[in-house]
């Protein structure tokens, strides 16, 4: 439809009307430009926690378990030790006995040695450094160390099973006794 521009003109309140409209045309067009009101800021998602992987399984066997770190060494003659003293055969010639010397304070004094042939627990002195065991240099135990395959153990009550290697140092210091 049109506007009839008679009709305007002839309308005498038309003026007043758009002076009366005026001030609500203004805010309209300022409330138009109010921005809008901002979005609240996203609430983060929970990041999932892993679960820690599940332990290793104990090795089925104690010959299965990974070796111990180092290697052997002859420090002297009729001497070796392991991973830099972690482990020490030591022959005494005149009382012709190995000592078997393993670092690290245990809760009772004993050793146990596991080899591929045996298992034998044996009591142990206290020293300032560790656990030490004198073997007569013939028992069968000695040889077993040095024979066994790839490795042998060393236990101590409160401390870390030892996975030592049976590498040919055993046997020189064995041989050495002899």
């Known amino acids: 439809m049109k506007a009839n521009p008679r009709r305007l003109a002839a ?27 901002k ?25 299965d378990a990974p070796q111990t ?3 052997w060494r002859m420090t002297a003659p009729g001497t070796a030790t392991f991973a830099d ?7 005494n010639r005149q009382a012709g ?3 078997l010397a393993r670092s690290g304070s245990a809760s009772a004094p004993s050793l146990t040695v596991r080899t591929s042939e045996s298992a034998r627990t ?20 000695l040889d077993s160390m040095a024979f066994s395959k790839g ?5 101590a009550p409160g401390t870390a099973t030892l996975y030592v290697p049976s590498w040919t140092e ?3 210091v064995v041989e050495d006794c002899r």
């Not at 300032?128 to 069968?140: F, I, K, M």
């Open 11 to 37: 309308d005498p309140s038309f003026p007043r009307k758009l002076v009366a409209s005026a001030p609500l045309t203004v805010l309209a067009l300022l409330a138009a430009c109010v921005p809008a009101p």
């Open 39 to 63: 979005a609240p800021p996203p609430t983060p998602r929970p990041v999932p926690t892993q679960a820690p992987p599940p332990a290793a399984p104990p090795p089925a066997s104690w010959q």
């Open 69 to 71: 770190a180092g290697d």
């Open 85 to 91: 003293g972690l482990v020490t055969l030591r022959c």
């Open 97 to 99: 006995t190995v000592t």
């Open 122 to 141: 044996l009591a142990a002195s206290a020293t300032t450094t560790g656990l030490s065991v004198d073997l007569p240099a013939r028992d069968g135990l």
């Open 151 to 155: 490795r042998f153990a060393i236990e």
């Open 170 to 172: 055993v046997s020189r």
